[in-house]
């Protein structure tokens, strides 16, 4: 499993931004997928994760309703659609995987990380 993380960058408040990340692996329909996200000065906090074949997705609270989490096992990608961002949404977002499959929300729920990417929301 290698994670990459892209489609970070500056949006206003109230705009959407929708980030992925691939794995250039060749288990990725084996695993679940999460993406965690960490604010300065903050601990790594759970976003959202979903499951190895798509059929079950978990959120935070703080981002319900308002982000998606899917994935396309043809392109090994799973994306995080971001709505009605919010200043607090700032954050580098990174990618997880877990082969474990425990559908966690921890961070040490997960194996594997791609390298983080900012995501910054103005006011």
């Known amino acids: 499993v290698q994670l990459q993380a892209f489609g970070g960058g500056l949006v206003q408040a109230g705009g959407s931004r929708r980030l992925a990340c691939a794995d250039s692996g060749r288990a990725f329909y084996l695993i679940d997928m999460g993406w965690f996200r960490q604010a300065p000065g903050k601990e790594r906090e759970f976003v959202a994760t979903v499951s190895y074949n798509g059929g079950r997705t978990n959120y935070a609270d703080s981002v319900k309703g308002r982000f998606t989490i899917s994935r396309d096992s043809a392109k090994n990608t799973v994306y995080l659609q971001m709505n009605s961002l919010k200043p607090e949404d700032t954050a580098v977002y990174y990618c997880?995987?877990?082969?474990?499959?425990?559908?966690?929300?921890?961070?040490?729920?997960?194996?594997?990380w791609g390298q983080g990417t900012q995501v910054t929301v103005s006011s």
């Open positions: 997880a995987a877990d082969p474990r499959l425990q559908f966690g929300r921890r961070s040490e729920d997960y194996t594997y």
